[in-house]
């Protein structure tokens, strides 16, 4: 009975650290920091269930003489599983009981230097410090230094739970909250249950219990990572991002491939609008043409019954993607065909369809070099833009230099542009090296554009300038008129104050007047 318990818990274990790793390695935004944790968990615990019955289960004996060092490496992932559900407990207590909403920089990196920090920091005191302190000689004593830090991390986590679990219920005031604090509880909760289990394991083997509560003991460490892989790859968050997963696997596998005669219609098209085939409406109005072409293209295309089926932003990022990889192969071809190694060749020929888009696009004939005249902007051997930049320079100040040579420049690319099928110069006109007709035409194509690009630009910021100077000159005029009117009416309060004054001076002079004539009369009563 012990027997296949083992090998079920062994089985099951390894099947549900399987499990979540496919689902860590799959769904990309499933990778949350608690998620992380689980697995840690789940992984260590799966490993401390192997190393339990290895000679059991695997039948694989390691003798007496290892005995201690499987002991040893033992208590040392069973640590490992209690230190990293620590540090899941830590991290809820962080969040749901301080409250702390800030993102922690690193935050796996930080776990994961937590708990393996706090791994050593234990293994070094039981190890090292303890033994110099007090030195155990007896079996029993050694047996007590393995289990001490497991029912103290124990007892440490199951504090954090029920913090966490009171924390939860007392702040749950919506079902928001409710959602997400049930979730990371639940989490933390059947982790600590589960180290829990195995506290109560070694608690009953060292008092001695009955045969039945132990083997029930038993069952439950061997089984303890299946209840918390259901709860990590069951929960909301899980099933829904399964949900996508799946509902995204459907509709690539649903999707049909292009057909050979959607291609030829869009080869087609774009031989009609070759501004779109070469990617030249860049202007905003140039984005309009190309998402009206688009939306017409792609309406041809869906019409085709045997083919796929695509919205026009799609069709674009297909054509982007299949003219690039059309790119590759044709210049994989040339390599191989202006090699001198021989041997079979390691890239496909071209189809027809192919080789009508690659002539459209000019790369052919760019790598050829047949008339040194590609108007196209895809360049199948690549030059940095800098160097393109300085040879456009360099060839600019040349035909500066030489006038004449610039003048018979513009006619051969006049009457380049005038008998396109042609691929003979005229005798009379000067032969110039390839690279000087591809720059002189590169920039024909492109400076006058940038010109008018930048003419517009400038006579936007003139007009703003004039506007903003315009505006400058009314505030001006309107402070004017104010301090105008301050110094009109200064001047009338200046007057005001003048005239009271004068009134006030000849008021005191009749007071006084008066008063001294007063004075006289009452002095000559008295003479008489």
Known sequence: MDFIVNLLGAFLSLLCAIVLLLTWFLLPKWRSLQNFMSIQQIVMGTLHIIAINIDDVFFISYGDDN??????????????????????????????????????????????ALANGTLVIVRMITEG??????????????????????????????????????????????SASRVKGRRVASLVGVAIICDMAVVLYLLTVMLQA??????????????????????????????????????????????????????????????????????????????????????????NLNAEIDGDERSPKQWTKWYTDYKCRLINRFRKLKTYQTGTGGGPATVDQLSPLEDRLVSLLEARREAVGLDGTPQSEV???????????????????????????????MVICEEQVNNEGSQEEPNQAP??????????????????????????????????????????????????????????????????????????????????????????????????
């Open 129 to 174: 410090l303890i033994p110099i302190l007090f030195p155990f000689s007896t079996i029993f004593g050694k047996l007590l230094l393995r289990i001490l830090p497991i029912y103290v991390m124990g007892t440490l986590n199951l504090y954090l739970i029920i913090k966490v679990t009171k924390s939860v219920l007392r702040s749950s005031v919506n």
């Open 379 to 409: 360049q199948i051997n690549p030059v940095p833009l800098e160097c393109q930049r300085s040879l456009e320079l360099s060839q600019v100040t040349t035909d500066q230099l030489h006038d004449d040579h610039h003048i018979s420049n």
């Open 67 to 112: 005995n201690e060092f499987m002991i040893n490496i033992k208590s040392l992932l069973f640590l490992a599983t209690m230190c990293w559900s620590l540090c899941a407990s830590l991290f809820a207590y962080l969040k749901l009981v301080l409250l702390y909403s800030g993102k922690i920089s690193f935050e796996k990196r930080t776990a994961f």
């Open 210 to 299: 009955v045969d039945v509560i132990e083997r029930i003991m038993n069952a439950i460490l061997m089984l303890r990572m299946v209840p918390q892989t259901i709860v990590v790859l069951f929960n909301t968050s899980s099933k829904e991002h399964w949900r996508r997963y799946f509902r995204k696997r459907k509709m690539t596998s649903q999707r049909k491939k292009v057909s050979i005669r959607q291609l030829e219609l869009l080869i087609e098209f774009l031989e009609k609008h070759t501004d779109l085939a070469r990617g030249r409406l860049k202007s905003k109005e140039g984005h309009a043409v190309s998402n009206r072409l688009w939306a017409e293209c792609a309406e």
């Open 431 to 528: 032969s110039l090296p390839r690279s000087r007709r591809k720059r002189t035409r590169h920039n024909r194509d492109t400076i006058p554009s940038e010109l008018e690009s930048s003419r517009n630009s400038l006579e936007k910021i003139e007009e703003s300038r004039i506007e903003v100077e315009r505006m400058v000159a009314s505030a001006y005029n309107k402070m004017a008129d104010a301090v105008k009117l301050m110094a009109e009416a200064t001047a009338k309060s200046a007057e005001a104050n003048s005239r009271i004054a004068d009134s006030i001076e000849k008021l005191t002079t009749r007071i006084y007047r008066k008063r001294m004539r007063v004075d006289d009369d009452s002095s000559d009563d008295e003479d008489l």
